[in-house]
């Protein structure tokens, strides 16, 4: 069973840094896309950032020269290097990817649980 775990939310003041990780485990024949999206309470999800496997990379103008997404492929795991957070990047941040499990399997879009990052002024 494939899982995507985020890590790496927490309490941090404006202007601060963090980095948050997910990692994906159990079955995985290949991967295809990783992102980030967050959803802000009251607000909807949104795209923060994606990744290819190639390492082809688009970000949300939000967060363009503040946010860094990278990989790991050997890992399976990805990563958001945040630095000058505000307090409207508050939000529960989200794993996503796009893998198969197997060989013989479809592309699947799988989801981590949240990693929360609360930004205080």
């Known amino acids: 069973q494939v899982q995507l775990v985020e890590s790496g939310g927490t309490l941090v003041q404006a202007g601060e840094s963090l980095r948050l990780s997910c990692a994906a485990s159990g079955s995985i024949f290949s991967i295809n896309v990783m992102g980030w999206y967050r959803q802000a309470p009251g607000k909807q999800r949104e795209l923060v950032a994606r990744?290819?496997?190639?390492?082809?990379?688009n970000y949300a103008d939000s967060v363009k020269g503040r946010f860094t997404i990278s990989r790991d492929n050997a890992k399976n795991t990805v990563y958001l290097q945040m630095n000058s957070l505000k307090p409207e990047d508050t939000a529960v941040y989200y794993c996503?990817?796009?893998?198969?499990?197997?060989?013989?399997?479809?592309?699947?879009?799988?989801w981590g649980q949240g990693t929360l990052v609360t930004v205080s002024s």
């Open positions: 990744i290819t496997s190639s390492g082809s990379t």
């Open positions: 996503n990817a796009d893998l198969r499990p197997n060989w013989y399997d479809r592309y699947r879009e799988v």
